[in-house]
């Protein structure tokens, strides 16, 4: 089983040794994803955002633009 911990915005928090950290977070609005994927490029350093299909296209194009051209996007 994996450790998981509960913090302020992150629903699920895995630490792994092949992964560095994996955050997951619930969203209901594109403007809550853009506030949590900058406050997380901001305050961890993240580089990759994994959305679900749920977002379009622009969606993506827009929080790309949010966060800055070094964050990749899946």
């Known amino acids: 089983m994996l450790p998981m911990q509960r913090q ?8 792994r040794p092949t992964i560095n950290k ?3 977070v619930v969203v209901r609005t594109q403007a809550q994803a ?3 994927c900058r406050e997380f490029v901001d305050q961890e350093g993240i580089q990759a ?15 790309s633009e949010t966060v800055g051209k070094n964050v990749g996007f899946s």
């Open 8 to 15: 302020r915005n992150i629903d699920v928090l895995l630490k």
């Open 22 to 24: 994996l955050f997951v």
């Open 49 to 63: 955002i994994i959305l679900c299909s749920g977002f379009t296209h622009s969606d993506i194009a827009e929080t």
């Open 34 to 36: 853009i506030e949590v």
